[in-house]
């Protein structure tokens, strides 16, 4: 079995062990490995279009955002928007800051029929530290996985 294969069955086993409704939850790493090995694989970044502008974002990954600053309000058109962008049948890899919103995604594009959807867990930043600061514990960032200021 290629790691590949063995990636995305761990991912599907914490989805299972949980009880999500999408194909997988897969960390950082994994996410980042599987896009290099599998170029055709989508890590579609969900945050919002401030924070991609004022905290980064990673070089390869498309963009869509799910809630909108200020007021974190849903985007109402979301499904139809990755309709447009992306076929049901691929690997989408959704990500946000700390893979709260990036659920909320996946369990949205898995209802409307995308069977290969993961959520990336820790998200982009992770999650606050002790002083209450994201980008130290997990995270894309963290992780030292490739990004850029926005």
């Not at 992306?86 to 594009?109: H, T, Y």
Request: charged share 25%; proline share 6%; glycine share 10%.
């Amino acid at each position: 079995m290629d790691q590949m294969t063995q990636i995305l069955q761990q991912a599907q086993r914490r989805a299972e062990e949980q009880g999500l409704p999408y194909r997988g939850a897969l960390t950082p790493q994994e996410a980042h490995q599987l896009k290099q090995a599998l170029p055709e694989a989508t890590l579609l970044d969900v945050r919002s279009a401030a924070e991609w502008q004022f905290v980064g974002v990673v070089p390869y990954a498309q963009r869509l955002e799910w809630r909108s600053f200020p007021g974190m309000q849903p985007n109402p058109r979301f499904i139809e928007q990755l309709q447009e962008m992306l076929p049901k049948d691929g690997i989408l890899m959704l990500m946000c800051r700390s893979g709260v919103r990036s659920d909320e995604a996946a369990r949205l594009a898995a209802a409307a029929g995308y069977t290969e959807a993961y959520n990336v867990l820790e998200g982009f930043e992770g999650d606050k530290d002790a002083a209450g600061h994201r980008g130290a514990l997990g995270g894309w960032k963290a992780r030292g996985l490739p990004w850029q200021q926005g």
